[in-house]
């Protein structure tokens, strides 16, 4: 596997933690959306990529539409 944006060779997988925040004021009480991801960093130019696993990916869908997973107004 090569990088996408420098071609080195010189990528890694490593397991992270995320805590997706919501930009703006209006969103500072709006719960965030915690995710465990599988990233590919190249140790070249520092380019990373990952893809949000799909139960966080509807969390996240349910927060910016305003519902919570539990179907309540946020």
Same mark, same amino acid.
């Given at each position: 596997?090569?990088?996408?944006?420098? %071609?080195?060779?010189?990528? %890694?997988?490593?397991?992270?933690?995320?805590?997706?925040?919501?930009?703006?004021?209006?969103?500072?009480?709006?719960?965030?959306?915690?995710?465990?991801?599988?990233?590919?960093?190249?140790?070249?130019?520092?380019?990373?990529?990952?893809?949000?696993?799909?139960?966080?990916?509807?969390?996240?869908?349910?927060?910016?539409? %305003?519902?919570?997973?539990? %179907?309540?107004?946020?």
């Amino acid at each position: 596997m090569s990088c996408k944006v420098c %071609g080195s060779f010189s990528v %890694g997988k490593f397991d992270a933690e995320m805590n997706v925040h919501f930009p703006g004021y209006a969103n500072l009480t709006k719960p965030t959306v915690k995710i465990s991801p599988t990233i590919v960093i190249c140790r070249d130019c520092g380019f990373a990529e990952f893809q949000v696993p799909k139960t966080e990916l509807r969390q996240l869908d349910e927060r910016v539409a %305003g519902t919570g997973t539990d %179907g309540t107004s946020t």
